[in-house]
């Protein structure tokens, strides 16, 4: 059996990347099994060094994270190098000997069949792209927010800035246009700020909520009322929102989002509820809210820093 007996008793497989550059990797963690993609390249360097489930946050060695399509892929690796050798082998004893004899009885065995033929190792196609800014990995998962399979950070921080970032593009094209329309992309942009910090901070207080007394109660904080969030994530986590930022810069941030509730709940237009939480004269009560560009600048600035402030306090808890 020259060519069976050739076959090494271990085998070195490369999985190829897709055609993004990116490989797959699966979460051990029974509970989890979910599929996320790395580039290898990226991220940090080193030996032996972990990787971490961005969905769950388990943590264990590289070797760990193959796919189920990727070991089917190596097995079958293995079955056709094996298979072939035997078929090769099997071929070398093929004979024919041909009839002879008063009866003309001849005899002969001829082998056929080939090797098991590779399984396609596929990759899945995933949602969000994702550049850690700490480890520089470049990664994709399902969904939006995730811990970096390389360093651990969660990425909640870093999304909320890309999210901010878009709505500073949606500005400048708001400035190229005629006022009706630019008002309405300032009014979107408005929606998108409360609707982006409101995502980080419900991501946040559902990893960050596992280390509290009652995580369940922190999951269920909500942040379209920055003011009932503050107060919920002080209770929560022992963190003061309001410290990032001034006082005067703290109640132009609640005004924001009470003008955001206007908008999607009354059509933009001040109520008796809105008059009384922010001093208006009561004149204005009917009449629709002004919003301008500066006020959405000023609005990321401040939950850039609040945005900051809950992470890292978050963090150095965890």
Not at 38 to 67: D, M, S, V, W
Request: glycine share 8%; with cysteine.
């Amino acid at each position: 059996m020259k060519h069976l007996n050739s076959v090494p008793s271990q085998f070195s497989i490369s999985i190829p990347p897709d055609e993004t550059g990116l490989i797959g990797r699966e979460c051990p963690n029974p509970s989890c099994e979910r599929v996320f993609k790395i580039q290898p390249g990226t991220g940090l360097r080193g030996e032996n060094l972990p990787c971490h489930c961005p969905y769950c946050g388990h943590e264990a060695g590289q070797n760990k994270f193959f796919t189920k399509a990727q070991v089917e892929y190596a097995k079958s690796v293995v079955l056709n190098k094996v298979t072939g050798a035997l078929i090769r082998d099997l071929k070398s004893l093929e004979f024919n000997h041909k009839p002879r004899g008063a009866f003309g009885i001849g005899i002969s065995m001829k082998v056929s069949g080939r090797p098991t033929p590779l399984q396609p190792c596929r990759e899945e196609d995933l949602e969000t792209e994702v550049v850690c800014d700490k480890c520089t990995l470049r990664y994709m998962i399902y969904g939006v927010f995730g811990f970096c399979p390389d360093c651990g950070v969660h990425n909640s921080l870093q999304i909320l800035e890309k999210n901010f970032e878009l709505i500073e593009k949606l500005l400048t094209i708001a400035g190229t246009q005629e006022a009706s329309v630019a008002q309405q992309l300032i009014e979107n942009a408005l929606e998108d700020c409360v609707s982006a910090f409101d995502g980080f901070g419900r991501e946040a207080c559902r990893v960050f909520g596992q280390n509290v007394a009652n995580s369940k109660k922190a999951a269920e904080i909500r942040f379209q009322n920055i003011k009932s969030a503050a107060e919920s994530v002080n209770a929560e986590f022992g963190i003061n929102l309001s410290d990032a930022v001034d006082p005067s810069q703290w109640i132009t941030i609640q005004h924001a989002f009470q003008k955001r509730h206007l908008l999607a709940h009354k059509m933009g237009v001040i109520d008796e509820a809105y008059q009384k939480a922010t001093g208006l004269t009561s004149s204005l009560v009917g009449r629709r809210i002004s919003i301008s560009k500066d006020d959405i600048h000023e609005l990321m600035r401040g939950l850039r820093a609040i945005g900051r402030h809950f992470h890292e306090s978050l963090d150095t808890k965890s």
